[in-house]
């Protein structure tokens, strides 16, 4: 069986080709208004969310929070991870050798945070060089 002209279309031109097969499936998605009907499906997505019902128009912007909620705190995380390995490449975070050590570091932790900045993490800080 011969493949679909959208998927042939899409796939001559080198650079739009994804590495997964879901990028794929959304490229050919984008680009199928454009191969067959000639529309810019960028363009043609805010003219009929201009023209929507209300509540589809308040579901599709609920959608987009969530999505953008999510992705953020995914990028926060990623920078938390990156800036701890960092700082345990660097020498300036220690990780706890035994469960008694890290419960202890935990609790001190704890009370950092609810009785605010105090001197009991002095032990868990690396030494200054």
Not at 11 to 16: A, N
Not at 101 to 108: G, I, K, Y
């Given at each position: 069986?011969?493949?679909?002209?959208?998927?042939?279309?899409?796939?001559?031109?080198?650079?739009?080709?994804?590495?997964?097969?879901l990028g794929n499936a959304i490229r050919r998605f984008e680009e199928h208004g454009h191969h067959r009907y000639r529309?810019?499906?960028?363009?043609?997505?805010?003219?009929?969310?201009?023209?929507?019902?209300?509540?589809?128009?308040?579901?599709?912007?609920?959608?987009?929070?969530?999505?953008?909620?999510?992705?953020?705190?995914?990028?926060?995380?990623?920078?938390?991870?990156?800036?701890?390995?960092?700082?345990?490449?660097?020498?300036?975070?220690?990780?706890?050798?035994?469960?008694?050590?890290?419960?202890?570091?935990?609790?001190?932790?704890?009370?950092?945070?609810?009785?605010?900045?105090?001197?009991?993490?002095?032990?868990?800080?690396?030494?200054?060089?």
């Open positions: 069986m011969l493949p679909s002209l959208i998927n042939v279309v899409v796939l001559l031109d080198e650079r739009q080709v994804a590495a997964t097969r529309l810019d499906s960028q363009v043609l997505w805010h003219e009929l969310n201009a023209v929507v019902p209300e509540p589809v128009r308040k579901q599709v912007e609920d959608g987009r929070t969530n999505v953008d909620f999510f992705v953020s705190l995914l990028c926060g995380h990623v920078l938390v991870a990156v800036a701890a390995a960092v700082d345990l490449i660097a020498g300036r975070l220690t990780l706890p050798v035994r469960l008694a050590v890290e419960r202890e570091m935990l609790r001190a932790t704890g009370d950092f945070v609810g009785k605010g900045p105090t001197d009991a993490l002095d032990p868990y800080r690396a030494k200054p060089q």
